[in-house]
Antibody, heavy 120, light 110 residues
Framework: QVTLRESGPALVKPTQTLTLTCTFSGFSLTTTKMCVNWIRQPPGKALEWLARIDWDDDKYYTPSLKTRLTISKDTSINQVVLTMTNMDPVDTATYYC????????????WGQGTLVTVSS | QSVLTQPPSVSAASGQKVTISCSGSSSNIGSKYVSWYQQFPGTAPKLLIYENTKRPSGIPDRFSASKSGTSATLGITGLQTGDEADYYCGTWDTSLSNGVFGGGTKLTVL
């Protein structure tokens, strides 16, 4: 059974760095073609893909946020971490992690999401 | 501004059929598989269609999809009030080297 769960602060101040953790089970990021993505959704708005890390440690970022994002993995404890620097109120959103199999690239399992509010 | 273009909303009567379009380019839909996601308010998106036309286990065959060139279409037949949700198309963009979504379509069942 594949599960993913996001964790992190519910509230961050402007200019701070956000660190989110995706803890997963039911698959391994050492398995060929396995990947974990981060996606966010501002309140009332559309999904926005942010980043992906692959089984071979390849990393991909959305161009508009590339300078602020870092994705990493710890395969020994089945976690993927996303950091986003210089947070702004416009970054207020629900952040999701989701699994992908590289190639078909569909997001077959999602976490429940975690709402992050950026406010002073 | 989303890379993939969807209509903001569609509506149809209960029991009828509706289609939702998703338009992209040669670097995304034109060269990669398309997937579709269903999202109810306050919940995470759920995979509805993968690899252009395939349904995951548990998704009723009232949901179907197709792809032609740089566009994809989701179809829902026998509409039910429980189908009222937001629907998103998604794929990978080979030029951007990142995932992309449509802006989402809100389905209303009249």
């Amino acid at each position: 059974q594949v599960t993913l769960r996001e964790s992190g602060p519910a509230l961050v101040k402007p200019t701070q760095t956000l660190t989110l953790t995706c803890t997963f089970s039911g698959f391994s990021l050492t398995t060929t073609k396995m990947c974990v993505n981060w996606i966010r959704q501002p309140p009332g708005k559309a999904l926005e893909w942010l980043a992906r890390i692959d089984w071979d440690d390849d990393k991909y970022y959305t161009p508009s946020l590339k300078t602020r994002l870092t994705i990493s993995k710890d395969t020994s404890i089945n976690q993927v971490v996303l950091t986003m620097t210089n947070m702004d109120p416009v970054d207020t959103a629900t952040y999701y992690c989701a699994r992908t199999v590289a190639g078909p690239d569909y997001l077959d399992y999602w976490g429940q999401g975690t709402l992050v509010t950026v406010s002073s | 501004q989303s890379v993939l273009t969807q209509p903001p909303s569609v509506s149809a009567a209960s029991g009828q059929k509706v289609t939702i379009s998703c338009s992209g380019s040669s670097s995304n839909i034109g060269s990669k598989y398309v997937s579709w996601y269903q999202q109810f308010p306050g919940t995470a998106p759920k995979l509805l269609i993968y690899e252009n036309t395939k349904r995951p286990s548990g998704i009723p065959d009232r949901f179907s999809a197709s792809k032609s060139g740089t566009s994809a279409t989701l179809g829902i037949t026998g509409l039910q009030t429980g189908d009222e949700a937001d629907y998103y198309c998604g794929t990978w963009d080979t030029s951007l080297s990142n995932g992309v979504f449509g802006g989402g379509t809100k389905l209303t069942v009249l």
